[in-house]
């Protein structure tokens, strides 16, 4: 059963454009989210993360909401560029933080 | 320079065969984390180990086994009970607290 869910596996956006790429989970004992970036053939690398007493964490052009009421957070990608081509991971852990549930990736796409 | 080391990157290996992945970790990171990567899925937890010489099973353990003697090693085991043990295999780890998990650039199997 698929606690974490990422229901677009791609999406193509033009460059300087916004890229959203979305995640919802179904367990209410997630508090800690993240995402990572995946080109193929190499591990996930940490992108962004937040805990579930906030609903916004900004780091340069990455911004993650998160919206606890809808179990739905959001990654968004302002300007986009063509080096963001990858593809994303959302990921969930409990308050233990020890184990982690991933979805299965959106392939993100930056046209020049 | 800090991280962690999986070897080798391809591995090739016989139906019937046992083969072991190799993670290491210079991080001095508690946790570690064995995960398995199909096309077009997530990543899915094979085990982990928060802690020297203990570790506990994910959700896809049936037919892996895992040692963690020490605490920068963990090495997986892929055993002749797989069912379908081609896949691309990454190692991770974590401080043991809240924290982004850090991977390893993965390992590639294939069984033929």
């Known amino acids: 059963d698929q606690q974490v869910k990422q229901n677009s596996p791609s999406l193509s956006v033009q460059e300087g454009r916004i890229s959203i790429l979305n995640c919802d989970y179904t367990?209410?004992?997630?508090?800690?989210f993240l995402w990572y970036k995946k080109y193929p053939a190499e591990g996930p690398t940490f992108l962004i993360s937040?805990?579930?007493?906030?609903d916004k964490n900004e780091d340069g052009r990455f911004t993650v909401f998160l919206n606890k009421s809808a179990k739905h957070l959001s990654l968004h990608i302002v300007p986009s560029q063509p080096g963001d081509s990858a593809v994303y991971f959302c990921?969930?852990?409990?308050?233990?933080?020890?184990?982690?549930?991933f979805g299965t990736g959106t392939s993100l796409t930056v046209i020049p | 320079d800090g991280g962690i080391t999986q070897s080798p990157k391809y591995l090739f290996r016989k139906e019937g065969q046992n083969v072991t992945l190799s993670c290491e970790q210079n991080?001095?990171?508690?946790?570690m984390y064995w995960y398995r990567q199909d096309p077009g899925q997530g990543l899915r937890l094979i085990y982990y180990?928060?802690?020297?010489?203990?570790?506990q099973k994910g959700d896809i353990a049936e037919g892996y086994s895992v040692s963690r003697e020490k605490k920068e090693s963990f090495p997986l085991t892929v055993t002749s009970a797989q069912k379908n043990p081609t896949a691309f295999y990454l190692c991770?780890?974590?401080?043991?607290?809240?924290?982004?998990?850090?991977f390893g650039p993965g390992t590639r199997l294939t069984v033929t």
């Open positions: 991770a780890s974590n401080p043991g607290t809240y924290g982004e998990q850090y």
């Open positions: 937040i805990s579930s007493i906030k």
């Open positions: 367990n209410s004992m997630f508090d800690y």
């Open positions: 180990s928060q802690i020297v010489n203990d570790f």
């Open positions: 991080l001095n990171h508690d946790a």
């Open positions: 990921a969930a852990s409990g308050r233990t933080g020890n184990q982690f549930y």
